[in-house]
T-cell receptor, first 112, second 112 residues
Framework: DAGVTQSPTHLIKTRGQQVTLRCSPK?????VSWYQQALGQGPQFIFQ???????QRGNFPDRFSGHQFPNYSSELNVNALLLGDSALYLC???????????FGAGTRLSVL | GESVGLHLPTLSVQEGDNSIINCAYS??????FIWYKQESGKGPQFIID?????DKRQGQRVTVLLNKTVKHLSLQIAATQPGDSAVYFC???????????FGTGTRLTVIP
C-alpha cells in the first residue's frame, strides 16, 4: 500500500514564475492538507481540501491556490514566486479531518 | 493566538538511555495532540497521538504525557537507539479546527 506520494521531489524556479506541485493521498484517504516548511522551522498550514473544495485556509496569500480531483489527489499552485517561497512543501492525507495526518516526503522548491 | 513551543531546541542522549522531549502549548481549547518524527530529507512520520480526555498514552517504546493544567506535553522514548536521531515535532489541533499547528521542533541526537 503506497503512502502519500508527492512530485516532483525537487524544483528550481526563478522569481515571478508559477509552479504546480502534486500529491497523491494514501489509499482510503479523502482529505488532503498542504503545509510549507521553511528550513529549521515546523510545518505551517496552507490549506485543506475535502470533497474537491477548500475547507480551511491558513495565513497565506492568494498567490497560493489549490485543487482536489475526484480521485482525491491534489495540486498546489503558487503564482508570482518570491524568494521567500523557497521551502519544503508537504502534503498530508487523512480519512476525514479528524484523523491522523500522514505526510509525504515533500517537494523542495528553490526560488532564485 | 495559538502557539506550540518546545523547551529545548537540541537534546543529546547516550544510546540505551531514555529520552524526554517537552512541548508547551498555549491554546487551552486544543483537544488533540500529536508527535511526529522527521529525519533528514523526509516528511514528518507519525509517532503517537493523544486526545485531551486522556493524560497518558503508550506505544512501542514511546509514551506521551499530557498535563492540561500547565498546558504541557512530553514524549518519552525508552532505550533510545541511533535510529531515533531526528527532529521531533509536537502539533496541536484546536476544537473544530481541521489543521495542525506545529512547534519549531527538537533535534534529538543519540550518541553511540
Amino acid at each position: 500500500d503506497a503512502g502519500v506520494t508527492q512530485s516532483p521531489t525537487h524544483l528550481i524556479k526563478t522569481r515571478g514564475q508559477q509552479v504546480t506541485l502534486r500529491c497523491s493521498p494514501k489509499s482510503g484517504h479523502d482529505t488532503v492538507s498542504w503545509y510549507q516548511q521553511a528550513l529549521g522551522q515546523g510545518p505551517q498550514f496552507i490549506f485543506q481540501y475535502y470533497e474537491e473544495e477548500e475547507r480551511q485556509r491558513g495565513n497565506f496569500p492568494d498567490r497560493f491556490s489549490g485543487h482536489q480531483f475526484p480521485n482525491y489527489s491534489s495540486e498546489l499552485n503558487v503564482n508570482a514566486l518570491l524568494l521567500g517561497d523557497s521551502a519544503l512543501y508537504l502534503c498530508a492525507s487523512s480519512w476525514t479531518a479528524k484523523n491522523i495526518q500522514y505526510f509525504g516526503a515533500g517537494t523542495r522548491l528553490s526560488v532564485l | 493566538g495559538e502557539s506550540v513551543g518546545l523547551h529545548l531546541p537540541t537534546l543529546s542522549v547516550q544510546e540505551g538511555d531514555n529520552s524526554i522531549i517537552n512541548c508547551a502549548y498555549s491554546n487551552s481549547a486544543s483537544d488533540y495532540f500529536i508527535w511526529y518524527k522527521q529525519e533528514s530529507g523526509k516528511g514528518p512520520q507519525f509517532i503517537i497521538d493523544i486526545r485531551s480526555n486522556m493524560d497518558k498514552r503508550q506505544g512501542q517504546r514511546v509514551t506521551v504525557l499530557l498535563n492540561k493544567t500547565v498546558k504541557h506535553l512530553s514524549l518519552q522514548i525508552a532505550a533510545t537507539q541511533p535510529g531515533d536521531s531526528a527532529v521531533y515535532f509536537c502539533a496541536e489541533k484546536g476544537t473544530g479546527a481541521n489543521n495542525l499547528f506545529f512547534g519549531t521542533g527538537t533535534r534529538l541526537t543519540v550518541i553511540p
